[in-house]
């Protein structure tokens, strides 16, 4: 073979083992799936003390209220599917999210401002019924560990994450990290019985007008509210692996190569 063509061999080798280099340290490619809950890949409850046996799903809201005035009090309960992700998808971050409707927690003591308290996320531990859940019962026949839910059998005391809330909130999304939590439920390693929000416990038959600060409602949009834009919904964040072929492509230049030397000797 002549000198030119072992010269054109090579940089054609050289031109394939570049391309492959670039290829095979492609690093894992981004991407963010938001996914609306709605009737058909979510559902949610919300259990009320002055509604024990009542079952409150086609709400469209739901409440974690704590009125003293009354002696009311709901608890959210939510559950939703698992979404598709494109094979040995890496999640790295999942963000839930729940539009504010209504944000009355005040102290009437200080002029009725708005008084900011943590809503935490809690992991479900029992399974439960959307549509014949209630403050006693968690379906039909199956009573809750407590009336509400009993912290450490009905749902995790320990939060899965926390956020501040305050009446400026109305009307925006709020948001939990629950990328833990979910990734559990991606590996099997929990159950996937949804979550609940849990927030400040309350003063029993104390007023707003008493200074208490603990007496308000929080009420968001559900699932099941009519208009979309207003839903619950999960964002995630993952990383997708380089394509496996890639390697043995890269084997395959290389072998080419190493060939076409061989030949120009």
């Known amino acids: 073979m002549s000198e030119l063509a072992n010269q054109i061999n090579n940089r054609r080798g050289l031109s394939l083992v570049l391309l492959l280099g670039a290829a095979l340290g492609a690093s894992a490619q981004g991407a963010v799936t938001s996914v609306i809950l709605n009737d058909s890949n979510g559902g949610d409850n919300f259990l009320y003390n002055n509604g024990a046996n009542t079952n409150f799903a086609n709400s469209g ?97 320990v939060a899965v994450s926390t956020i501040a809330v305050n009446a400026s909130m109305q009307g925006t999304y709020l948001s939990w990290d629950i990328t833990s939590l979910y990734n559990s439920w991606v590996s099997g390693a929990s159950q996937n019985y949804g979550v609940t929000i849990q927030g400040p416990a309350g003063v029993p038959n104390s007023l707003a007008a008493n200074g208490d600060t603990t007496d308000g409602v929080f009420r968001l949009y559900n699932s099941e509210y009519a208009d979309d834009s207003f839903r619950p919904v999960l964002v995630i964040t993952y990383e997708v692996p380089a394509p496996a072929s890639l390697g043995a492509l890269g084997a395959g230049g290389l072998i080419l190569l190493r060939r076409r030397r061989t030949m120009a000797k």
């Open 61 to 157: 809201l739901f409440y974690y209220d704590q009125r003293g005035a009354a002696n009311d009090s709901a608890r959210p309960v939510m559950q939703f599917a698992l979404a598709s992700l494109p094979g040995g998808a890496v999640i790295t971050n999942v963000q839930l999210q729940y539009k504010l409707q209504q944000y009355t927690y005040i102290n009437s003591a200080t002029g009725n401002s708005s008084v900011t308290h943590n809503f935490s996320m809690h992991q479900m531990l029992s399974s439960w019924s959307e549509t014949t859940s209630s403050w006693n019962e968690r379906s039909t026949g199956n009573a809750w560990g407590a009336p509400g839910m009993l912290a450490g059998t009905d749902y995790a005391s």
